[in-house]
């Protein structure tokens, strides 16, 4: 919990209020799927990182996507990101019938320039861009 808020706080979405218990019962559904992939680094019992993905039919197909619906790194948990995402890569290209794999840079969290070129590392190709109108 601690960090998505922390997440959360530096996040252009950070207007948007967060409900605790809304994102704690959406945790337990995540942890709880089998569409939903969720790892979590820790390290000296304090949670350093939190990766969930999912996977979805796509709109046009029967086959599905994968995609990140949060990944974030404190400073402490810097250099488990790449190991996270390999992760996720994997379940992903292990789970039937996902043939593709869709990840984003919508947060305006941290470096993005350095999480593209994580993504590029992986075997990623930039498609498009984001685009956030926030509301007050």
């Known amino acids: 919990m601690k960090v998505v808020k922390e997440a959360h706080q530096k996040s252009v979405s950070n207007i948007v209020p967060l409900d605790a218990k809304t994102l704690r019962k959406n945790m337990q559904i995540c942890i709880l799927s089998a569409e ?28 599905k996507q994968a995609s990140d619906l949060f990944f974030y790194v404190t400073e402490q948990g810097t250099g488990w990101g790449a190991r996270m995402m390999r992760r996720f890569i994997t379940w ?45």
């Open 92 to 136: 992903a290209k292990e789970n039937r019938g996902v043939k593709e794999i869709m990840l984003g840079i919508n947060s305006g969290i941290g470096d993005s320039e350095r999480t593209r070129k994580l993504y590029e590392r992986m075997g990623a190709v930039k498609v498009g861009d984001s685009f956030v109108l926030p509301q007050e």
């Open 36 to 63: 939903h992939f969720v790892l979590v680094v820790e390290l000296n019992e304090i949670i350093e990182g939190v990766f969930i993905g999912v996977t979805h039919q796509l709109w046009y197909s029967r086959k």
